[in-house]
């Protein structure tokens, strides 16, 4: 569906601004945005992807990955086509990297907001989350969804790449209750070249999120190569440190795909230093994701004890938090708990 999108000024010569997103885009007339789903028409700016979802199933919270939010629960999570981002390794490349300039077929099913909320509902879910393509580019989609989700007693949730602006980030924050950021590399020539991006606004983004009332964690795919020598690892462990410790730091198993089919998958030892790398920077809880055996198990950072407890694919999850407290020493655990 067709919709005038939000967050956009209009500009001299029937050109318009989109606000969204880093990118800025300034579009011509019939121009689509670098996410190839925003097009100026006649000087407004219209979104290609409203009410149309590529992906739409249950996935458990543990997948997104969100480990100290609300686990155990399920989230009714949706994804429409279309990403701002280039990455040369997108594991979700097939539905990403689609672009509405294409000849105009309708991608995916047509699902109203009102529709996801009740779906949700009656699947059991806790949240919805918005994820595998890049929830900024499907805003007012987004948005809408939220907003009535939050009225019916749901919660949502953002998967993304931290690219938004500071203005879409201030206008979903009241009906935003979590997020996984991923901070994909610290070196700004890895964005520009691998995702066609640049660093600082996902850094600025994190920083803001850390500041509010959203629950973040963050995620790092390890790319042999391109992402994994001990010093950048280093650099978004004492980040993430310096924003708030207890954020939930996600280091995830590089396996080929897309354009980097001939890239090795990740050796697990270069998980485990790099685990080693986050707790020795002063990170509470570091996680290692793809890697078998690694269930994600919640210690408590005060007395070490096993507060949630992960098993058989994260099916399994058993909670220990009262009131969000360790129930052995008192001390509180960073999250959203039941």
Known sequence: MIREAMLYEREEGQKVRCRLCSHRCRISEDRFGFCGVRQNRDGILYTHVYGEVIAAQVDPIEKKPLYHFLPGTDSYSIATIGCNFRCDFCQNWSISQVSSREERIQWGKMLSPEEIVANARQQGCRSISYTYTEPTIFFEYAYDTARLAKDRGLMNVFVSNGYMTGEALSTIQPVLDACNIDLKSFRDRFYRSTCKARLKPVLESIERIGGSDIWMEITTLVVPGLNDSREELADIAKFIAGVNPAIPWHISRFYPAYRTSQTRATPEEKLREAREIGTSHGLQHVYLGNVAGEYGDIICPNCSK?????????????????????????????????
């Open 306 to 338: 096993t507060v949630v407890k992960r098993q058989a694919g994260m099916r399994e999850v058993a909670v220990h938090i009262e009131e969000g407290r360790c129930p052995f020493c008192g001390h509180r655990v960073a999250g959203v708990f039941r």
